[in-house]
Structure formats: structure tokens, C-alpha cells
């Protein structure tokens, strides 16, 4: 993919989801790329505003200086990130330098043609607008300490659905996974006690009342609870239907957002007219749930009441599934219910289980969910993509292996063809050797014939029922709802003739769709549509990763060169020492290869794989490590060379440690 392809870029980027084609292709009309080189500076501070900026790639220094001179560092901003806008809003001299840290591309709207997108497209106004009144205020008498902080709501139409330790858990991973400032803002009613200073070794908590009509200019310093795990706490009375208690609110937010990365709003479950208008002034709300029925409507409900009574953007709302209470429907009904897919499914917490799970049980299921959930919303998200390969993709075995025994976080998982296949058996809790335990059926050269069956080439040379059932014998009847981790397999649209990513169903299906080599396998029949290999159009697909948001991306790219594939094809004409393969006795795998290389499968994948090779080179472009195992001397088929693939994976997953630690913690 080119970069420049603005058309690409804008549909992406966060900032313009949910705009429709018409308004995309205004935005389109009214944006350029701009290239920044390393070290020049974007705007000064000071300096009169002049556009919207939205980076592409690399990263951008915001940054002031104090009375010295001296440059004070408030955030570095990389893909997807948006600058420039407040100064555009007051039309006041920015208030910091931007500076590119590396080689940048960035979409750049000037000032008079945001102005006239604010104009025709009232939905990004109505947002802006939302989201950035409260950082307006009042910025000269409270010194700005952060560029950019983000407002949380944790709520729940009802009581018991466990979002206080949510909101908590979340506070503490926030701080954890991105180490920034974070605060929790409890709130409750007078006749309630707070929990979270206990939950957080705090005795004799300080709570003032939000219904107080004295303004705010600057916040007591102590109400505001230091805790000895890294986050902040104050608490809050409120009272029902009081608009005092709005508008201290928002002059309390109005003062956090300069010194907090994230204020997480803990609301109690109340549906007045208050407690919905504080909602409203977050930017994301995240809605508790139990998997019951009746609840998932009432979450139903509320969030149709947003919408409709507040216009509040559906997609900063977020339900959080918690399995507090024992499901009695399947994942499908749940969102069939709910109207809106759910954002995350977190588990059930053991009866004696410590409330700071995060602290106190960092490996089990729940802090793992939170955990990912925290990542996504502070940008850190680390994605693996594993790529087509045949027998190569064994080498995604042992990448695997370094990843576990490293502990090195894994948030999201994408495969094609047979990386579809690994990274499914991955997601659903499988070890990289028990991984390789399933690839112990191909231990002699034979037992590839196990996944053939030949039949008339109407459409491809194999039906696929054999490899259906050995998918089915690992796989089950898995779907993505059972999996550990997000998990995207790709394929392509015979019909479209487009990338096709595939998130929801039986797994087998998914994988079945991806594997089915056009001209070998008869396409696979996936709902309504006819899909055949996802190598054909994302051979290494790190494209839906950039399309997903997340910044850090790994790919294992086993595909050989071009040159590699040439040099392979004519050693297969050959053994050792240059005698032609028809001049010796040939076993029987010695027999398979040579058909194989003159029969029209080993021609399709020759070709094909030449094709892939080149287009796996570009989308690894978009990755920041592409890892590329050395498969010198193995063959594409050669299925029962498993652990020997695994090795070569394993051995470049280890001269790439210090690189992938590095963009981790970066």
C-alpha cells in the first residue's frame, strides 16, 4: 500500500469513522500530504494557527519551554494521532511546538478548509465540540502539565455489575501498560459510602460535594488522594437532577485535563438527569453488562437513550460483558440483543479473588482482558500478523515459542492460508508445542496425502473435505468468541475480487476460506459468499492491523524472495552434487517431489508464491519488525520438516529480541 493514498489514510483514521462516502470525499477534496523530514519543525509555539494536522507515519515532539528556555517534553505522538485543533478552535497562538522526531508523513487540512469542513459535516463539529469544550477553559490560570488526556465514564444501568473493580483494575492497568497520569473521579450519592479508598489502602478519605454553587479555580490539593500504586483518587457527592453538580463538574474536569492523561469517571447506576449529563461529557463510556438477557436490554436501552437524547457518537460507547452471572445464551444472541457488538468479554472472578487484580493476580483471565483493554486505549496495542507459506508457515511455530517463554504481550492476531490456521490455534489457548504436536501427523513424507482428495479440476484439483475434517479435529467447534485474544483470519471475495476479514463464526470456516488456494482448492462457500485464499490479496496482511488502529506492529513473513523461489525451483531439479533427480533411485517422497514439479499444483503455487513474494515485501512496509526465517534448504511441502521450520523461526525471533523489546517499550 502507498502511504499517499489519501483516499486510504482518511477512511482509517479514527477521527473520520463513520463518515459517509459523500463526506469522505470532501475531506479527501480538502486534504494534502505533506512530507517532514527529521528534525523540522511543524509549527512553533506562539505562531499564529494555520491547519489541522493527522499523522500518517512516523512520530511528532509536542513540546513547550519554560522561562530558561528550556524544552519541557508533554507527549510524542505517532500514527492516527490529530494536533493543531484547539488553535484552530480559538484561533489563539498555539501553545506548543510540534516537531517531527523522524521522517513524517501527515494529512494536512489548512485552516479555511476545516473551517468549511466543520461547516458541511455538523457531526465532526458536534464532537470537537464535546470533546475539547472543557480543555478551552480557563488554561490561563491553571499551567498546562500534558498535550492530550482522555475522559472515561465506567457505567451500568444497574447495580452489582461490578464496575467499581472495573474502573479500578482499568485505572491500574492504564497506569501500568502506558505510564502516564491517571485518576479515578468517584461519584456517588450522600447516602453511600466510597470504596475505592479502602480498595486502595487509603483511611479517612477527604469527599467533597459537587452540589456546591462556589466556583472552582483551582482544585484543593488535598482532595486529591496520592496512592502508593501509581494512580490518583478524589471522591465526589452528588445529588439527583441538581445542576450544580454538572457544572462543578465539568470546571473540575476542565482543570484535570491539563495535569491527567486519564480521568476515569466511576458513575453510580443511576439513570437521572445528571448522572446522563455527565456522560456526556466523557470521551468513551464504558458500559458494564451481565450475559443476561434481561440486562443486555436494559444496556440496550441506555445506549439508545444516548444516542437519541444526548446524540452521543455510538462508537465511543463500549459494553463490557461481565460473566459475573453464569451466560445461559450463546456470544451471537448476546449481541443480538444488544443491537452493537460487544467491545469486551471479561471473566468470572473467583469468590476469594483480591480486588486489585492487576497488583495482586496479574496472570489470570480477568487482568489479561483489562489489561488489553488498557493497551487499546492508551495506543500501545501490539499486533502479530503471520503470513501464507505451506510448509514455511511452520516457522510461525517457533516464532511463537520466543514469544511465550519472553512473555512479550500479544494483543491482537492476524493470519492468512496456513498462518490463519497456527494463529487459531494460538488464540484458542494452545502452546507453541502442542502447536507443533498437530503438525507430528505429517512426521513421515506420506501422510500429506491425508489432506488430499482428488476430484474433477472444475474448480480447483482438491475438494477440501479432507482438510475439513483434520481442521475440524483440532479446531472443534471453536468460534471467535472462543478465543483468548482478538483474532482476524483473512481470505479473499471471489466475487469482489477484495481482501475479505473474517472475525465471527466457526473458526474451521474462517480458516477453510483462507487456505483454499485458487486453482488448487475449490473456493469455500463461507455464508453467502464464495471465498478462496487470503494470500492472493494479503499474503502478509498487516494492512488490517493499520485498519484496526494498532501502532506496534510484528509480521513473520515467510514467504522467500523472489530469488529465493528461483534459486529453490532449480535445486529441486537436482541432487546433491548436481546429479539430476531422474538419474538416482527415487523413495517415495523422492517420486511426489519430482511430480510435483512438473504438474500443474507445483506450477499454480510456484507462480502464486512468486506474486506473494512481492506483495508480502510491500505490506511489510507497514510493519515496524518483519521477522523473515531463513528457509534455505526446505521445501514449501515438505510438511514433516515441521520442527525444523520451527527452529529457523525460532532462531530469527531471537536475533530480533532486542528490536521487539524495544518497540514494546518504546
Same mark, same amino acid.
Given at each position: 500500500? &502507498? ?63 519554560? *522561562? ?31 516537531? +517531527? ?78 505510564? *502516564? ?31 456546591? &454553587? ?27 437532577? &441538581?445542576? +450544580? ?122 487482568? *489479561? ?37 519472553? &512473555? ?88 469482489k475480487k477484495e481482501p475479505k476479514i473474517l472475525d465471527k463464526g466457526l473458526l474451521v470456516d474462517a480458516i477453510m476460506a483462507s487456505c483454499s488456494m485458487p486453482g488448487v482448492f475449490a473456493p469455500f462457500k463461507f455464508r453467502e459468499e464464495i471465498l478462496f485464499d487470503g494470500g492472493v490479496t494479503y499474503p502478509l496482511p498487516t494492512e488490517p492491523l493499520m485498519q ?35 538419474? *538416482? ?82
Amino acid at each position: 500500500m &502507498n502511504i499517499s493514498d489519501k483516499e486510504f489514510v482518511i477512511k482509517e483514521m479514527p477521527f473520520f469513522a463513520g463518515l459517509s462516502k459523500q463526506e469522505l470525499a470532501l475531506v479527501y477534496e480538502k486534504s494534502k500530504v505533506i512530507e517532514y523530514c527529521k528534525g523540522r519543525v511543524i509549527y512553533d509555539e506562539g505562531q499564529a494557527p494555520s491547519a489541522f494536522y493527522c499523522i500518517i507515519s512516523g512520530r511528532v515532539e509536542i513540546y513547550t519551554k519554560d *522561562k530558561s528556555g528550556q524544552k519541557l517534553t508533554l507527549e510524542y505522538l505517532h500514527r492516527g494521532k490529530y494536533f493543531g485543533i484547539i488553535s484552530l478552535l480559538t484561533s489563539e497562538p498555539h501553545s506548543v511546538t510540534a516537531e +517531527a522526531m523522524n521522517d513524517c508523513c501527515i494529512l494536512v487540512i489548512d485552516k479555511d478548509d476545516f473551517d468549511c469542513l466543520l461547516q458541511n459535516l455538523p457531526r465532526l463539529a458536534i464532537d470537537l465540540s464535546r470533546s475539547l469544550s472543557r480543555r478551552l477553559k480557563r488554561k490561563d490560570i491553571h499551567q498546562k502539565k500534558i498535550f492530550e488526556s482522555t475522559v472515561i465514564s465506567v457505567f451500568s444501568s444497574y447495580a452489582q455489575a461490578g464496575k467499581t473493580i472495573y474502573a479500578l483494575n482499568l485505572a491500574l492497568s492504564l497506569g501500568q501498560e502506558t505510564h *502516564k497520569s491517571v485518576i479515578i473521579i468517584d461519584i456517588l450519592s450522600k447516602e453511600k459510602t466510597p470504596t475505592l479508598p479502602r480498595k486502595l489502602n487509603i483511611d479517612n478519605p477527604p469527599i467533597s460535594d459537587l452540589s456546591s &454553587n462556589a466556583d472552582i479555580y483551582a482544585l484543593p490539593k488535598d482532595i486529591i488522594m496520592k496512592t502508593e500504586f501509581g494512580i490518583d483518587l478524589v471522591c465526589f457527592y452528588y445529588e439527583e437532577d &441538581n445542576d +450544580a453538580c454538572l457544572k462543578r463538574l465539568i470546571e473540575i474536569l476542565s482543570l484535570l485535563v491539563n495535569d491527567y492523561h486519564y480521568i476515569l469517571l466511576d458513575l453510580p447506576a443511576a439513570m437521572d438527569r445528571s448522572i446522563i449529563s455527565m456522560l456526556n461529557q466523557s470521551d468513551l463510556i464504558h458500559i458494564l453488562s451481565s450475559p443476561e438477557p434481561t440486562d443486555l436490554k436494559r444496556t440496550s436501552n441506555l445506549i439508545g437513550r444516548l444516542k437519541t437524547d444526548y446524540n452521543f457518537d455510538i462508537q465511543k460507547i463500549k459494553t463490557i460483558v461481565n460473566e459475573y452471572k453464569l451466560a445461559r445464551i450463546d456470544c451471537s444472541s448476546q449481541t443480538e440483543i444488544l443491537g452493537q457488538d460487544i467491545f469486551a468479554t471479561i471473566p468470572k472472578i473467583k469468590f476469594d479473588s483480591p480486588e486489585r487484580l492487576i497488583i495482586d493476580d496479574p496472570q489470570c483471565e480477568y487482568s *489479561k482482558v483489562v489489561r488489553r483493554i488498557a493497551r487499546q486505549l492508551g495506543d500501545c496495542l501490539v499486533g502479530l500478523v503471520l503470513g501464507v507459506g505451506v510448509g514455511y508457515g511452520f516457522c510461525h511455530v517457533g516464532v511463537l515459542k520466543v514469544i511465550e517463554e519472553e &512473555n512479550i504481550p500479544i494483543d491482537v492476531i492476524v493470519g492468512s492460508s496456513i498462518g490463519s490456521f497456527i494463529a487459531s490455534l494460538w488464540a484458542i489457548g494452545k502452546t507453541s508445542s502442542e502447536i507443533l504436536e498437530v503438525a507430528r501427523e505429517f512426521r513421515e513424507p506420506k501422510h500429506i496425502w491425508g489432506l488430499v482428495d482428488i476430484t474433477f479440476p472444475s474448480f480447483g484439483f482438491i475438494k477440501g473435505n479432507k482438510l475439513y475434517r483434520f481442521l475440524k479435529k483440532h479446531l472443534g467447534d471453536k468460534t471467535f468468541y472462543d478465543v483468548k485474544l482478538p483474532l482476524k483470519i483473512i481470505a479473499s471475495d471471489v466475487r469482489k475480487k477484495e481482501p475479505k476479514i473474517l472475525d465471527k463464526g466457526l473458526l474451521v470456516d474462517a480458516i477453510m476460506a483462507s487456505c483454499s488456494m485458487p486453482g488448487v482448492f475449490a473456493p469455500f462457500k463461507f455464508r453467502e459468499e464464495i471465498l478462496f485464499d487470503g494470500g492472493v490479496t494479503y499474503p502478509l496482511p498487516t494492512e488490517p492491523l493499520m485498519q484496526m488502529g494498532v501502532k506496534k506492529i510484528i509480521a513473520v513473513n515467510v514467504t522467500p524472495s523472489r530469488e529465493d523461489i528461483l534459486k529453490q525451483l532449480a535445486k529441486l531439479k537436482q541432487g546433491p552434487e548436481g546429479v539430476k533427480v531422474k538419474d *538416482k533411485p527415487l523413495g517415495l517422497f523422492g517420486r511426489l517431489k519430482n511430480i510435483f514439479n512438473f504438474n500443474i499444483l507445483n506450477i499454480i503455487f510456484s507462480s502464486v508464491e512468486i506474486l506473494q513474494s512481492e506483495v508480502a515485501r510491500k505490506e511489510g512496509e507497514l510493519a515496524d519488525i518483519v521477522l523473515h526465517p531463513d528457509t534455505t534448504g526446505l521445501f514449501w511441502l515438505e510438511l514433516h520438516r515441521s520442527y525444523e521450520f520451527a527452529k529457523r523461526g525460532e532462531q530469527e525471533a531471537r536475533e530480533n529480541l532486542d528490536k521487539i523489546w524495544k518497540l514494546i517499550n518504546e
